[in-house]
């Protein structure tokens, strides 16, 4: 399912930008310039590394490999994996596939929605945990269910979901100190 | 012999903990010197039993259902050590009857043959299991491209992927297209929500799946393919990449396959971006050329003019799986099980309100029913069965009372529905239909291309339409305005995604017409299910006064004094529900 995206403002990404460090796109850039097809393997590749797609990221491979930046945005909006802004720590995904939705994953989107004060789609103030609602995990018998990581929590109700996420807020916590 | 511990590894069952399972089985074995071998494989279907654990001794195969990290420690004590075997957790075994069996029963796995009961990451695993032995016949045996074609026409093996269109007939215009280079491609992009079974045959078998792509190339005389896989399953990208290093070094991939001199064809994975539509081959084929996933004018048929412009077969991967057995086993024998125009057996992903959630092959021609009540253990809590819906956010909800209705292209098609790529998603009573519809219209909405403007704008227009009618808001008219619509939209939308789109609404007005009316002239809905709709009160016979639910209400809209009859204040109510689920003494009422 697709999400729902929320304008970035430019000044914001802009300051974000200027600390990449652009040289960690080389290798990339090494493996798929000139090849044909490469424009969707390339822009997943920066994002694997910067964990979106940043501006000054998408000028340097437009520059080095040649593709034209209109064409890049084009894909890039198309499709749901990418991301042109930052994304909090953790990416929570809850599946509003078929199975999940006939067992209430509305429940807890709201659930989270309320206890993250945030919307489906964007990302808490701390930068900590990003909410999404994606398709189908492929765990239909464990409906409802989420994932953060690579971990998938099942058989969930809305508090149930809200204690995960407290879960990980004291394990981050408990880091920190 | 010595015994076997072998733990289900899919996605469905690591999601459910199985990952933890294993590593405490190994760390069991290393503690107390156990001498058994412990295995990896992959979801044998069983997935509402999650973690699955086998061990298997002389005297037979027990398999273990819902076991954890504490419950195995049991096991390992009991059955390994004491050789004991702990009957209650049981769920499958060849030596007792269980409640389980009649899962099992009454499948038959040729696509999912080797699914659950090998290491799919293991290459010698799968050749004791006959991988690579079709290619290899037909290497041997010097069978030309047209012969094999041939067979697969024979076999009426029909697309998987949704469409239905006569797998060999494709093979055959790729093969009789004259070009420098042919492309096969795998579509792996399972987009469908509530639909698993490509991604439990990938994971489970994957070189079964390749062979299937070598045999394409050899009968169509490509060279190259392609697997278009979804990057939400990371797993099954892990396990083809796998499978396909392993197959290039034992010369089943590559140049002069088996050493026979002029043959070749390689693979690789391409990684889908997210786009639902990506499924359809037109707009699959430009998402691999690094474009916009928006489909084209067909013809040209992408047997003609596909990838790159050249001629290219696009399979789904359920139709590759099943090839490796056709050439085997023959064409006959395939065509021996399900009905006249639709041969062999589909895979199903059943989900929802079903007992026994998970994945089954089965003949084509078994009624809806049988799938349901005898393979998956009937409708959960004892609730009545209301519909099936059949073929995702294209298909359409079968009633209960067309259950009877069998399972092949044609007579689901003439339902209103279509067999799609076999998600297969239970409803009860308290699923309400009108919701329903709403939820596939807004997948399909969201995930229109955008290119017809029909689909673009027209699904939109029928998502308010149901969004008002599902909070109170609908009109009168408002269904023959959908029908209007979905008639439109079916027409003048170039691909399958907005071709089908409307089937979902207009199957539940269809069948459920009713619960329309009820939502915009009642404005009630009948399975409580649409929020907004709902009223909650006090019955006041049967409150006790104990304050729970004006305690837990997150709207303190509930009044009342301790051992007094409360009250709610509906225009402070927001409908959650919780007094309702809270109250020990089912005084709130819901209607």
Redesign the interface.
């Known amino acids: ?2 999400v729902e995206r929320k304008l970035v403002k430019n000044q914001e990404s802009q300051t974000v930008d200027t600390e990449l460090d652009l040289g960690l796109l080389d290798d990339l850039l090494k493996k798929h310039t000139g090849k ?6 390339l ?2 590749g920066v994002q694997n590394i910067y964990g979106y797609l940043p501006r000054a990221a998408l000028l340097k491979v437009s520059r080095e490999a040649g593709l034209h930046l209109n ?1 890049m945005h ?2 890039a909006t ?5 991301r042109l802004h930052p994304v909090g720590k953790h990416i929570i995904k809850v599946c ?4 999940c ?3 209430n994953a509305g429940g807890i989107t709201d659930a989270l929605q309320e206890a993250l004060g945030v919307k489906d789609g964007e990302t808490t103030e701390d930068m900590m945990f990003t909410l999404e609602s ?10 409802p ?1 989420l994932m953060i990581g690579d971990e ?1 929590f ?1 058989k969930l109700d809305g508090d149930a979901a809200v204690k995960v996420i407290k879960d990980i807020r004291i394990r981050e916590q408990q880091q920190n100190n | 012999m010595k015994k076997t511990v072998t733990v289900g590894l899919g ?2 069952g ?3 903990g199985a990952e933890k399972v294993f590593k405490k089985i190994q760390a069991l074995k290393e503690a107390d010197g156990l001498d058994i071998a412990i295995q990896k494989t992959s979801c044998v279907g069983m ?2 039993n ?1 973690p699955l654990v086998e061990i298997q001794d002389d005297t037979g195969y027990f398999m273990y259902g819902h076991v954890d990290e504490k419950s195995i420690v049991a096991i390992m004590e009991e059955h390994i050590r004491n050789g004991n075997p702990v009957r209650d957790q049981v769920v499958l075994s060849d030596l007792f009857e269980t409640g389980d069996a009649s899962f099992m029963e009454g499948q038959v796995k040729i696509a999912l043959r080797n699914c659950g009961y090998m290491d799919p990451e293991s290459l010698e695993e799968a050749e004791k299991r006959e991988a690579y032995q079709a290619i290899g016949k037909i290497l041997e045996n010097k069978v030309s491209r047209e012969e094999v074609v041939e067979e697969v026409i024979r076999s009426g093996l029909r697309g998987r992927g949704g469409g239905g269109f006569p797998a060999g007939l494709k093979w055959r215009f790729a093969l009789r297209n004259k070009a420098d280079q042919k492309y096969v491609i795998c579509n792996a992009d399972e ?6 079974m490509d ?1 439990s045959l990938v994971e489970g078998d994957p070189h079964t799946v390749l062979e299937g792509m070598i045999i394409a190339g050899y009968a169509t005389g490509a060279t190259q393919g392609i697997i278009y896989c979804r ?3 990371p797993l099954a990208i892990k396990r083809l990449n796998i499978a396909i290093q392993q197959a290039r070094k034992n010369g089943y991939l590559g140049k002069d396959i088996l050493g026979h001199k002029g043959t070749d064809f390689d693979i690789f994975v391409k ?6 539509v990506c499924g359809e081959e037109t707009a699959l084929m430009a ?7 928006m489909p084209r004018k067909r013809p040209p048929f992408p047997a003609e003019s596909g990838l ?1 412009e050249k001629p290219t077969n696009i399979n789904n991967v359920e139709t590759f799986a099943n090839i490796p057995w056709i050439i085997l086993k023959g064409a006959e024998k395939f065509a021996a099980y399900g009905t006249e125009k639709s041969k062999g057996t589909k895979v199903f ?1 059943l ?3 079903i007992n026994h ?2 994945l089954v092959e089965v003949p084509m021609g078994i009624t809806i029913n049988d799938i349901i009540f005898k393979l998956g253990g009937g409708i959960q809590k004892g609730k009545e069965f209301k519909a099936v ?1 059949l073929g ?1 956010p294209s298909g359409g909800c079968i009633p209960a009372y067309l259950a009877h209705t069998s399972i092949d292209y044609d007579s689901v098609n003439a339902t209103g529905a279509i067999m799609g790529s076999g ?1 297969l ?1 239970v ?1 009860d009573e308290t ?1 309400c239909m009108v919701d ?1 519809a709403r ?2 219209l807004d ?1 399909t909405q ?2 229109s ?1 955008g290119k017809c403007t029909f689909c673009r704008i027209g699904t939109k227009r029928m998502l308010e339409i149901l969004h008002r009618i599902t909070i109170g808001e609908g009109e009168k008219g408002d269904i023959e305005k959908l029908e209007e619509l979905a008639y439109q939209i079916k027409d003048n939308s170039l691909c399958g995604l907005g071709q089908t789109a409307p089937n979902p609404v207009l199957t539940t007005i269809k069948y459920f017409r009713d619960e329309y009316e009820a939502h915009i002239v009642e404005k009630k809905c009948p399975a409580l299910s649409c929020k907004e709709l709902l009223t909650y009160e006090v019955i006041p016979d049967k409150c006790t006064g104990c304050r729970v639910c004006a305690i837990k209400c997150p709207v303190n809209a509930i009044d009342g004094e301790k051992k007094k009859v409360h009250v709610i204040r509906q225009d402070d109510c927001i409908r959650c529900g919780d007094c309702y689920n809270r109250c020990r003494f089912e005084a709130i009422s819901v209607r």
């Open positions: 399912m697709r044909p097809g490469n424009m969707i393997p822009l997943q064409d084009g894909v198309f499709y749901s994996q990418f509003h596939g078929t199975a939705h006939v067992q994606v398709a189908c995990l492929g765990c239909c018998s464990l409906a269910v998938t099942g | 996605s469905c690591i999601a459910a997935c509402y999650e987009g469908d929500p509530g639909a698993f991604r990057a939400e399953y990684e889908g971006a997210g786009a639902f998402s691999v050329e690094g474009k916009r996933g790159w992903a989900a929802g309100k959630g998970g819906q995702g998600g998603v409803m699923t329903m939820f596939f997948f969201k995930e291309c």
